[in-house]
């Protein structure tokens, strides 16, 4: 549980948030390498990785 201000909060979910999109550029390139063949279900604090269309996508929120 977080107990920091509510401004450290804003900051950990913002920099979770660039590392999900982050992982999101490395499942376009796995999916790029063999089209179809990547699943994945990822979520972190204040994000979620999403299929959108051919690739992924961490979008904030869950």
């Known amino acids: 549980m977080h107990t920091g201000s509510p401004e450290e909060l804003r900051d950990m979910e913002r920099r979770a948030l660039e590392i999900g999109q982050r ?6 390139d796995l999916e790029q390498i063999a089209p ?8 972190g604090l204040g994000f979620t990785i999403r299929r959108r269309g051919s690739g992924f996508v961490a979008v904030a929120g869950r």
Do not use: H, K, W, Y
Request: net charge negative; proline share 0%.
């Open 23 to 28: 992982i999101a550029s490395l499942l376009d």
């Open 36 to 43: 179809g063949s990547v699943a994945a279900q990822v979520s």
